[in-house]
């Protein structure tokens, strides 16, 4: 379906104490800087005709292009790459992504979530343009995310012979379908908001492995999780191959908040571009909380050793989406 992109190879694994070690195959902050590049370009064309009033357009793309690293549209590209794909094919779907995680992102830092002044190392959006506006910014930005998603104009559509005119997508209206009713799951109260609901309700509560484990798998896993079977969905992947990279988001899903909750201890706010110890303060059930920093930062290595694992009946395509993986557990920001 598409044609694999020429990357900079190196060895893939090699063995250490009888440890399977995993080696870089590619440049993981090239393919990362291209991807966001491709991906910001068409965010910047979709925006490019400003909507009206323009105070709510202009907080719109305020927080859209703070500076985030796209990294849920980017495994979305390389989930539909490592299934044969070529990403450029699904840029509109997988930039809903990105809306949809800006808007959480204005929401949770407003003053009745987490009250937060900094975003990214800029004022948070309602610091600039005041707490209605960032509400009503944020829900703008859901909204436009289903309609990209649901836009029919670039489907497929068979000829009077059945024949699919090679000039739209190809990809079929039964996938687009099945993609929306996943992250309106993903994104809803049985995904993201439920996690933030049950982590809104949870702060001064004793820590409690189940409650913890909920509040992470819904809050974070369940968007980066339907970001990796976008890509998988829209490339018509096989079962098999559906459900390893599920497994596969699930797991780095969960590592990526467990090393959020050691970030806002141990990282810095010129790092991060947000206020470190909100957590804390706040009283936020967190694994460091429940756990010790040792032992969360081991768990999050093993879960991405374990995404990386059930990777391997894929091949170089793949590589990406393995490099991402370890670029969480090394991640600053």
């Not at 959006?125 to 990209?148: P, Q, R």
């Not at 836009?151 to 024949?163: K, M």
Request: charged residues 25%.
């Amino acid at each position: 379906m598409g044609v694999e992109p020429a990357m900079n190879r190196r060895d893939s694994t090699e063995q250490n104490s009888g440890q399977r070690q995993i080696v870089s195959r590619i440049d993981i902050k090239t393919y990362l800087r291209d991807k966001r590049d491709l991906i910001d370009s068409f965010l910047r064309s979709h925006f490019s005709m400003p909507l009206a009033p323009a105070t709510l357009n202009d907080a719109m793309v305020y927080s859209l292009f703070a500076g985030g690293k796209r990294l849920r549209p980017i495994l979305a590209l390389a989930s539909y790459e490592a299934c044969g794909g070529d990403g450029t094919e699904i840029l509109p779907y997988v930039a809903s992504l990105e809306l949809i995680h800006t808007y959480s992102l204005v929401h949770d830092d407003l003053p009745a979530m987490d009250d937060d002044d900094l975003r990214r190392g800029k004022p948070t959006n309602h610091k600039v343009f005041g707490e209605g506006m960032a509400i009503l910014a944020g829900d703008a930005l859901l909204t436009e995310a289903f309609s990209l998603l649901s836009d029919s104009s670039r489907l497929s559509s068979p000829s009077p012979r059945g024949v699919l005119d090679e000039t739209r997508s190809r990809i079929p209206p039964s996938a687009v379908l099945k993609v929306i009713g996943e992250v309106s799951m993903a994104a809803g109260a049985h995904g993201m908001v439920g996690g933030q609901a049950e982590d809104l309700l949870s702060e001064d509560a004793a820590p409690e492995s189940e409650k913890l484990s909920f509040i992470h798998s819904h809050k974070t896993g369940a968007l980066i999780t339907v970001s990796v079977r976008m890509g998988a969905i829209l490339a018509r992947a096989g079962k098999k191959n559906l459900r390893a990279l599920t497994r596969y988001g699930e797991n780095i899903g969960l590592a990526f908040q467990i090393i959020d909750d050691i970030l806002d201890i141990q990282g810095n706010t010129g790092e991060l571009g947000k206020t470190t110890g909100s957590d804390e303060k706040k009283k936020k059930m967190t694994y460091p909380g429940l756990y010790g920093i040792d032992r969360s930062a081991k768990k999050a290595e093993e879960l991405v050793e374990e995404a990386v694992g059930v990777l391997q009946s894929f091949r170089e395509s793949a590589d990406p989406l393995r490099e991402i993986a370890l670029y969480i557990t090394k991640r600053r920001t």
